[in-house]
Each structure stands twice: as structure tokens, then as C-alpha cells.
């Protein structure tokens, strides 16, 4: 598995390893002591979810405050999305920045969120399956989030 750092401290692209041959694919989709040791601390993810949505479903951006903040590692399972990450860490030097990366099941990529960031995704694709490993429990009264159209994030 390949680990990128994204511009955003602590976000990080993870691509599989493909191994194919005449029955098909196998590639690993996360490892958690490689991720672990490339962030330099444990993460225990402790829920999944998974939502399906149509073409131009717009989801986001969506994070938990406080204790019931959230790392993340999400991926595309069916069909395609421009998923987009924003840092509102206010300590963070790259507070207010966001990225934006396409995630399919072709590409079979996943993202790392680290605590402290908002997180969304448009559907490019009917019938898109996402998934989300958290390391925290959903807890609705501490959900907050943002618009997708904010001036001051500028999001295309």
C-alpha cells in the first residue's frame, strides 16, 4: 500500500497494491499497523458506515465536535465522487484549506481524515456505495458542518 501525505497535515491518500492474474484482482484496502505507523500514533476505528446515493447527491460537509470528533478512512466501494476535505483545525497551518481527490472503483483509493476536519462528496456516478471507517461512535448532538457553498472556502 502506498501512503501519500496530502497539503493538509495528518490527510493522507492510501493506494493499493493490485495483484492480478486470470481469476481476477486482489489488492489490500488498509493495513492498520502500516497506517499507524506512518501517522506516528493508533487509530482504532470502532463503527462503519456506508451510504449509497444517486448521481449529483451532494453529502457534506459534515464533522463531529468535541469528544465525539472523528478520524476517518473513507472509500468508494461502487461508482465515482470528488470528495473534498477542509482543515478547520484553527491551529493548523493549513486552517480554512481544503482538497478535493477522486475516488472510484477503478482508482480503489482511500482517504485518511484525521480529527478536526469537515468532510463531503458528490456523487458522479448513479448508485455510489461509500464507505466510512470511524474511530469514534456517532453521536447527532455534537454533528455539526458547513456549506458546500461557502465564499470563504471558494469550493468548486
Known amino acids: 500500500m502506498k501512503i501519500t501525505e496530502t497539503k493538509l497535515k495528518g490527510c493522507l491518500i492510501l493506494e493499493p497494491q493490485f495483484f492480478e492474474d486470470n481469476r481476477g484482482i486482489f489488492f489490500e484496502v488498509f493495513k492498520k499497523k502500516e497506517l499507524c505507523d506512518f501517522l506516528g500514533y493508533e487509530v482504532d476505528f470502532v463503527q462503519e458506515n456506508k ?3 444517486k448521481k449529483g447527491v451532494l453529502r457534506g460537509l459534515h464533522f463531529q465536535t468535541g469528544t ?3 478520524a476517518k478512512l473513507v472509500s468508494v466501494q461502487k461508482g465515482e465522487v470528488d ?3 477542509v482543515d478547520i483545525r484553527p491551529d493548523s497551518e493549513s486552517f480554512g484549506k ?3 481527490i ?3 472503483d477503478i482508482n480503489n ?3 485518511f481524515i484525521p480529527k478536526g476536519m469537515a468532510h463531503g462528496f458528490v456523487a458522479l456516478s448513479n448508485n455510489v456505495i461509500f464507505t466510512y471507517l470511524c474511530d469514534n461512535y456517532y453521536n447527532p448532538s455534537m454533528e455539526s458542518g458547513i456549506l458546500y457553498n461557502d465564499a ?3 469550493i468548486d
Open 51 to 53: 451510504s449509497i446515493s
Open 68 to 70: 465525539a470528533a472523528q
Open 83 to 85: 470528495d473534498v476535505i
Open 98 to 100: 481544503y482538497i478535493k
Open 102 to 104: 477522486n475516488l472510484s
Open 109 to 111: 483509493k482511500s482517504i
Open 152 to 154: 470563504d472556502l471558494a
